[in-house]
C-alpha cells in the first residue's frame, strides 16, 4: 500500500522564557493512503502539536514530515497556502466557523479562496452540507446552530477542496453524546464514500476504536496500540 | 501562485466584515471611522467652499470694477473709436471702457475732506461695460453721468460725508500742467448715484463722473487707459498677442496677473495654510481608523487564524484589512462630501436658522428667568450686517478641490489600514487556534 505520510525523526521543543519544553521526542511513522489513523494521549501530551506540524501551522524543532511525497516541514508560505488549500482538510475542537457567515458560505470559502469559481463552490458546499444532513440550514450563521450541527459544517468544510488528508483534533470533544455520535458517524462515512486519509485526535477510547489503525503518544513518542 | 478570483473572495469577505459590524450590538469601529472622515470632508469642504466664496468675490471686484483684465495705457488724450472697435472685434474681448484715475479731495456740506479717487469715464458706460455696473451694485439713485458735473459715489464715501441721491458735494483738485501753475479748484457736484459693491475699498473711496465733467478738475492732459474685460480672463496672455498684432508693441497691455500678483498671491498663500491646518483633521482621522482596525484585527485574531488554516496567505488576509479601510475611507469620504456640498450650498439658511434659533432660545430664558433678573432682548442673527460688511455668506463649490479632499480623506484612511494590517502576520494561527 503506497504511503500519504512519512515521518522521520521529528522532535518539538517549545522554548517558553528560561525552559525548554520538548513535546515531540523522535516520531517515526509512516501511514498509508485511505487508513484512518486514531490518536490518543492524555492532555498535554503533544497530540495538538503533532496535527499542527503536519498541517504546516507550526514549524519542527527537527525532523522530517512528508505528505505526498512533499517536505511540509520545508515549505515556503506560498507552498504552505497552496499545500493548506488543496491537501489537508481541518477539523478544530471548538468547531471553528466564521460567525459572520452563513453556513453555506463557510463551506464554500475555502473552494472559492483555493480560484474556485463561486457558483461552482456554493453547489459543491451544498451537495456537501446535504451530506452531512445540513441542508436545511443552509443560510443559518453558526450562532444560530447547535454545536453538533456546526461542527457538521466544519466536516463539510474539509471536505470542499476535496484534500486527500483529513485532519481532525478532538472532533467531538466539545460535544454531547448524542451529537458526538452523529458527528462520528457522518465523518467516518465521509471518509470511507470520498476515500479520504484521516488522523483523528481524540480522548474518547470508543471513538479511537473505529480507526482502522489506532495509536497512542506519551512522553512525546507515538505507539501502536 | 496568483489565483485570478483572489481579489472577488477578499471583497466578498471584507464587504461582510464591513456590513457586520453594523449589525453588531457594539457600534462597529469601521461605523465610527467612517464617521470621522465623513466629519473631516465635510468641515474641509464647508470651509474651503466659504473661504472661496470670499476670495473670488474679492477677485471679481476687484477685476470688475476697479482693475480690468488688461490694460492699454494709451498716450492719448482723445478717445480713439476705431482702437476700441478693433479690440472689439478680437474674439476673447468682452467689452472695452476708456477712462482716466484722478486723485482728489471731496467734501460734503457738514464734513471734512476725504480722499477719493475719481475715475472718468464716458457717458454711455452702461452699455460699453455692463459688468461694472452690475458689480458696483447702485442701490440709490441710478449710474447716470448724461449732466454735467454730477458723480455717483461709494455708500460708506456717501455716508462719511452725509450725503445723499441730489446732495451736493464739492470737489477739490490740483489743476494745472507744472507745479508753478498748479492752482486748487473746487467744483460743485450732483451725487446722482451710490453704489454698493460690497468691496469696502471701492465704497469708501471710488467716485464716478464723465470726461466732460472731470475736465474742469484736471489739467487737461491726463492720458486715457483702456480697460479690457475678457470672456475667459485665463486665455489673457493670447488675447494681448492679440491686441499686440492690431495696435503695435508700442504701448504695451498688461494681464491682470501681473499688476495684482502680490494681492492674488496672498490670497492663495492664505488658502494654502487653511487647507494645511484643516488637512490636519485627516490625521487625526487616520490615527483613530488606525486604531479601531488594530482592535478589528485583534477581535477577529480567530477568524484570521482559521483563514490561514483553511488555504489564505498572510498577503490575502492583509488586503482584507485594508479593503475594509478602502471601503471606510470611500464610504465615509462620499458621505462627507454629499454632506459637506449639502451644508455648502445651504450655508446662508442655516445660519439664518442658527440666529433665530439662539434668539428664540435667549428670549426663552430671558422670560424664564424674568420673575429674577432683568435682561435686555436683543436679536441674534450669525451675520448681522450690523456686524458685518457682508449679509450673505458668500460660497463657490470648486470641483477639483472637491476631488481633492476626497481623495485626501480616501489616502488616509487606506494608509491608515496598510498599517494596520501588517499585525495580521504578528500571531501564528497555531498559538490562536490552540488556546480559545
Ligand atoms: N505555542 C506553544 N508555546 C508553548 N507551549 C506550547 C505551545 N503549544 C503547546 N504547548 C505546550 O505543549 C504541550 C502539548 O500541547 P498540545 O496542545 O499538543 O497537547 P494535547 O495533547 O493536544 O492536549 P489536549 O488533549 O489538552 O488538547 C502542552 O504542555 C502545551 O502547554
Ligand atoms: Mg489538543
Known amino acids: ?225 | 501562485m496568483l489565483k485570478k478570483n483572489k481579489i472577488e473572495w477578499i471583497i466578498f469577505v471584507a464587504l461582510r466584515y464591513f456590513k457586520a459590524g453594523k449589525r453588531d450590538r457594539s457600534i462597529s469601529t469601521a461605523f465610527f471611522s467612517a464617521v470621522g472622515i465623513s466629519v473631516g470632508v465635510l468641515a474641509m469642504i464647508t470651509i474651503i467652499s466659504i473661504m472661496n466664496g470670499f476670495q473670488i468675490g474679492f477677485i471679481d471686484d476687484i477685476l470688475e470694477i476697479n482693475s480690468y483684465h488688461i490694460r492699454i495705457r494709451s498716450g492719448e488724450m482723445e478717445v480713439d473709436n476705431t482702437l476700441i472697435e478693433n479690440i472689439k472685434s478680437i474674439e476673447n474681448v468682452k467689452s472695452i471702457l476708456p477712462f482716466i484715475d484722478l486723485q482728489t479731495l471731496v467734501k460734503g456740506s457738514y464734513s471734512d475732506f476725504k480722499a477719493c479717487k475719481i475715475r472718468s469715464v464716458p457717458v454711455n458706460t452702461e452699455t460699453q461695460d455692463p459688468d461694472l455696473l452690475r458689480y458696483l451694485n447702485v442701490t440709490r439713485g441710478e449710474f447716470n453721468l448724461k449732466k454735467v458735473n454730477t458723480i455717483v459715489i461709494g455708500s460708506e464715501l456717501a455716508a462719511s460725508l452725509g450725503a445723499d441721491v441730489g446732495d451736493t458735494v464739492s470737489l477739490a483738485s490740483m489743476a494745472g500742467d507744472s507745479f508753478r501753475s498748479l492752482a486748487p479748484v473746487d467744483i460743485q457736484f450732483t451725487v446722482e448715484g451710490i453704489f454698493k459693491s460690497g468691496y469696502y475699498e471701492y465704497d469708501s473711496t471710488m467716485g464716478f463722473t464723465s470726461f466732460q465733467s472731470s475736465k474742469g478738475l484736471t489739467s487737461g492732459k491726463e492720458t486715457l487707459t483702456y480697460g479690457i474685460k475678457l470672456k475667459d480672463r485665463y486665455k489673457d496672455a493670447e488675447t494681448i498677442r492679440d491686441i499686440s498684432s492690431i495696435i503695435g508693441a508700442g504701448n504695451c497691455p498688461v494681464s491682470w496677473r501681473e499688476y495684482n500678483r502680490s494681492f492674488f498671491g496672498a490670497l492663495r498663500m492664505e488658502k494654502i495654510s487653511m487647507m494645511l491646518i484643516v488637512g490636519l483633521i485627516f490625521l487625526v482621522v487616520g490615527v483613530n481608523i488606525k486604531h479601531s482596525l488594530d482592535r478589528s484585527v485583534y477581535k477577529r485574531r480567530q477568524d484570521i487564524a482559521l483563514l490561514r488554516s483553511v488555504g489564505a496567505s498572510p498577503g490575502a488576509v492583509k488586503t482584507i484589512f485594508v479593503t475594509e479601510g478602502l471601503l471606510i475611507g470611500f464610504s465615509g469620504g462620499l458621505i462627507g462630501v454629499i454632506s459637506g456640498l449639502f451644508i455648502s450650498v445651504n450655508i446662508n439658511n442655516i445660519f439664518a436658522f442658527a440666529g433665530w434659533a439662539a434668539d428664540t432660545l435667549s428670549r426663552l430664558i430671558g422670560r424664564i428667568l424674568s420673575p429674577f433678573v432683568n435682561i435686555p432682548s436683543y436679536g441674534f442673527s450669525v451675520f448681522s450686517p450690523s456686524y458685518f460688511y457682508l449679509n450673505k455668506v458668500p460660497v463657490k463649490i470648486l470641483f477639483h478641490e472637491v476631488l481633492l479632499i476626497f481623495f485626501f480623506a480616501f489616502t488616509a484612511s487606506v494608509c491608515a489600514a496598510y498599517s494596520a494590517a501588517g499585525k495580521v502576520t504578528e500571531f501564528t494561527p497555531s498559538e490562536i487556534l490552540h488556546y480559545e
Do not use: W
Open chain 1, 1 to 225: 500500500m503506497s504511503k500519504i505520510i512519512e515521518i522521520a525523526g521529528l522532535h518539538k521543543v517549545y522554548r517558553t522564557g528560561a525552559e525548554d519544553l520538548s513535546v515531540l521526542n523522535d516520531i517515526n511513522v509512516s501511514i498509508a493512503k485511505n487508513c484512518s489513523l486514531t490518536i490518543t494521549g492524555h492532555s498535554g501530551s503533544g497530540k495538538s502539536t503533532l496535527l499542527n506540524l503536519i498541517s504546516g501551522l507550526d514549524f519542527p524543532t527537527a525532523g522530517s514530515i512528508e505528505v505526498n511525497g512533499q517536505r511540509v516541514d520545508s515549505m515556503n508560505e506560498v507552498e504552505l497556502t497552496t499545500y493548506r488549500s488543496f491537501y489537508v482538510g481541518l477539523i478544530f475542537q471548538f468547531h471553528y466557523l466564521l460567525n459572520d457567515f452563513t453556513a453555506l458560505e463557510n463551506v464554500m470559502l475555502p473552494g472559492y479562496m483555493s480560484g474556485q469559481k463561486r457558483g461552482f463552490a456554493e453547489e459543491r458546499a451544498f451537495e456537501l452540507l446535504k451530506e452531512v444532513g445540513l441542508e436545511e440550514r443552509l443560510d443559518h450563521y453558526p450562532l444560530q446552530m447547535s454545536g453538533g450541527e456546526r461542527q457538521r459544517v466544519a466536516v463539510a468544510r474539509a471536505l470542499i477542496n476535496d484534500p486527500d488528508l483529513i485532519l481532525a483534533d478532538e472532533p467531538t470533544g466539545n460535544l454531547d453524546e448524542k451529537n458526538s455520535k452523529m458527528v462520528e458517524d457522518i465523518l467516518f462515512a465521509l471518509i470511507e464514500n470520498h476515500q479520504k486519509t484521516m488522523l483523528l485526535v481524540t480522548h474518547d477510547l470508543n471513538l479511537a476504536e473505529r480507526g482502522t489503525r489506532q495509536m497512542q503518544l506519551e512522553h512525546g513518542e507515538l505507539f501502536e496500540l
